[in-house]
Nanobody
Framework: QVQLVESGGGLVQPGGSLRLSCAAS????????MGWYRQAPGEGRELVAR???????NYADSVKGRFTISRDNAKNMVYLQMNSLKPEDTAVYYC??????????????WGQGTQVTVSS
């Protein structure tokens, strides 16, 4: 079985920073794209940032210049460095990944989510 586990969320003041981490574990053959999504109360889930296995990244316009996605392929980890946080960044952040498991099946996986709250 494959699972994604996020960590690093919390409460931060406007203008502050947080770093989210996501670890993929289980019977993994390889990982394609990994990314972060978020869902604010009463809103749909939206893409924040996504990164390919080769390191190419794309971002939502709302976070460009403030957030940076990175990954460590050797550790099956993806990170989201969030700087200059704004109250509108408050949401549950979810890790997502396209993973080929040991049976060579490609599936899309979600983490359980981590809460990020930006408030003074």
């Amino acid at each position: 079985q494959v699972q994604l586990v996020e960590s690093g969320g919390g409460l931060v003041q406007p203008g502050g920073s947080l770093r989210l981490s996501c670890a993929a574990s289980g019977s993994i053959f390889s990982i394609n794209a990994m990314g972060w999504y978020r869902q604010a109360p009463g809103e749909g889930r939206e893409l924040v940032a996504r990164i390919t296995s080769g390191g190419s990244a794309n971002y939502a316009d709302s976070v460009k210049g403030r957030f940076t996605i990175s990954r460590d392929n050797a550790k099956n980890m993806v990170y989201l460095q969030m700087n200059s946080l704004k109250p509108e960044d408050t949401a549950v952040y979810y890790c997502n990944a396209d993973i080929i498991d040991a049976g060579l099946f490609l599936r899309n996986y979600w983490g359980q989510g981590t809460q990020v709250t930006v408030s003074s």
